[in-house]
């Protein structure tokens, strides 16, 4: 769906992109990462135009990302930033409408469509609608944010690091609605972070950068168990890797069927790595398992996690 060409970016003579070929398919959900100024952001942008490449080519569906005019591309890629950019003196209302309004839908669809934005973000309308951004918590304005860029029903939805600067829980939440999403509009995604744990909960193929060179791209997976060199492996956590192996599987895919077991059971979905944290915690070696209706489901062994996690 887009395509990087031996894409060059540079400012002022310093190469912030080099000689960058990827293909980002349809329906993928691809996570840039990479240390401070290894060229993320730069890439990204380069996707909208927001930054214009100096050489190579950008494909979007085929055809040179210059020859579209920048209002198709407004709407049909979504952008949610870290700062969020939402415009103080419009309430949430407004500022979700911002794109509908500019592709001039009638006033009835765009507060349908805001209604039904604030309700998928779990903000309820009636109470957040005709606020200001200033009467919202930081994790309530990247919500706004996300909301904003999903405003037409984007087939591309671009992220800069859209749960940067908030707390462990609220970016967690936010993660996971990103992944219901992504799941349930099957929208192509390319969210740009720093944080290994956030790429590898989200994506299903990570890009790895360095000095604005691809150091590799793979799922999350691959770049664990097969890291093409010491940066990667060191990237991902060196002395982790193993833990976070058992974080890309839950508890489903390693239950026992049929089994039983006592104490507060597990839900299915949980991952592996909260599961052999639960073991240490309630230093036993079984633990039951319920499904999404709280059903017996089997036992989880303890023997089983490593046996089986790769
Ligand atoms: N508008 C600009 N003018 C000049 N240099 C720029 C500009 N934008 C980016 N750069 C430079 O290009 C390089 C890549 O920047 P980019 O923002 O893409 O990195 P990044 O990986 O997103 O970094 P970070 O994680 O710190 O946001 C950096 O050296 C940066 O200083």
């Known amino acids: 769906m887009i395509e990087f060409q031996h894409v060059h970016k540079s400012f002022g003579g310093a190469a912030a992109v080099q000689d960058l070929s990827l293909k980002i398919p349809k329906g993928e959900f691809t996570v840039l990462i990479g240390g401070s100024g290894s060229g993320k952001s730069t890439t990204l942008k380069m996707i909208n135009r927001l930054v214009e490449h100096d050489s190579g080519r950008i494909l979007f569906q085929g055809e040179e990302i210059r020859s579209f005019k920048p209002e198709d591309i407004r709407r049909r890629m979504g952008y949610a930033i870290q700062s969020i950019g939402l415009f103080p003196h419009w309430t949430v209302e407004k500022n979700i409408a911002t794109v509908p309004e500019l592709l001039g839908w009638p006033a009835a669809r765009i507060r349908d469509r805001v209604t039904e934005l604030l309700e998928l973000l779990d903000l309820a309308p009636a109470t957040y609608r ?60 390319v969210l740009v972070t720093h944080d290994i744990d956030e790429a590898l909960s989200l994506a299903t193929r990570i890009v790895l950068l360095q000095d604005g060179q ?27 890797i193993g833990i976070k192996l058992l974080g890309l599987a839950t508890v489903a895919s390693h239950t026992r069927r049929g089994e039983t077991a006592t104490g507060d059971a597990l839900p299915a979905h949980t991952s592996l790595r909260e599961a052999l944290s639960t073991f240490v915690a309630r230093a036993c070696d079984r633990l039951p398992v319920v499904d999404e209706h709280g059903q017996a489901l089997g036992v989880l062994h303890f023997a089983d996690l490593w046996h089986r996690a790769a």
């Open 130 to 189: 005709s606020r200001y951004p200033h009467q919202l918590s930081g994790g309530q304005q990247q919500r706004v944010g996300v909301a904003r860029a999903l405003a037409v029903d984007p087939e591309v939805l671009l992220m800069d690091e859209p749960f940067g600067a908030l707390d462990p829980v609220t970016r967690s939440t936010l993660q996971k609605e990103m992944l219901r999403i992504h799941k349930t509009s099957g929208k192509t995604i």
């Open 214 to 240: 691809i150091v590799q791209a793979g799922s999350p997976t691959e770049l664990l168990t097969h890291p093409a060199n010491d940066f990667v492996t060191d990237f991902v956590g060196r002395s982790d």
